[in-house]
């Protein structure tokens, strides 16, 4: 069992940069494979970037890569995502999700899930 909570949400203007952070409970942290995702009012949501235990591998949807950069420190029982040059199209809540397995592009293959945290860029 894991347990997260995301932060750093907040407006930004485009072309700006946030650092979003999310914490997990649990001594099995460095053992998940860590996801992003996202959802914007009236869509379903997406992925964004996803990393595996060791960070040895990253995957990033093709709308980021480039501009986000996921992170992760086991030691510190949190996964980050650094993004810049944002744009008024990334505004969404953003959540971060985790497996005990390989990391996966799918949102149905992660069994816990933060809260999310609110992204606002502004034009």
């Known amino acids: 069992q894991v347990q997260l909570v995301e932060s750093g949400g907040r407006l930004v203007q485009a072309g700006g940069s946030l650092r979003l952070s999310c914490a997990a409970s649990?001594?099995?942290?460095?053992?998940?494979?860590m996801g992003w995702f996202r959802q914007a009012p009236g869509q379903e949501r997406e992925f964004v970037a996803a990393?595996?235990?060791?960070?040895?591998?990253?995957i990033y949807a093709d709308s980021v890569k480039g501009r986000f950069t996921i992170s992760r420190v086991n030691a510190k029982n949190t996964v980050y995502l650094q993004m810049n040059s944002l744009k008024p199209e990334d505004s969404a809540v953003y959540y971060c999700a985790a497996r005990s397995s390989y990391l996966s592009r799918n949102e149905h293959e992660y069994p816990y899930w933060g809260q999310g945290t609110q992204v606002t860029v502004s034009s």
């Open positions: 990393i595996n235990w060791n960070s040895g591998v990253i």
């Open positions: 649990g001594r099995t942290f460095s053992s998940y494979a």
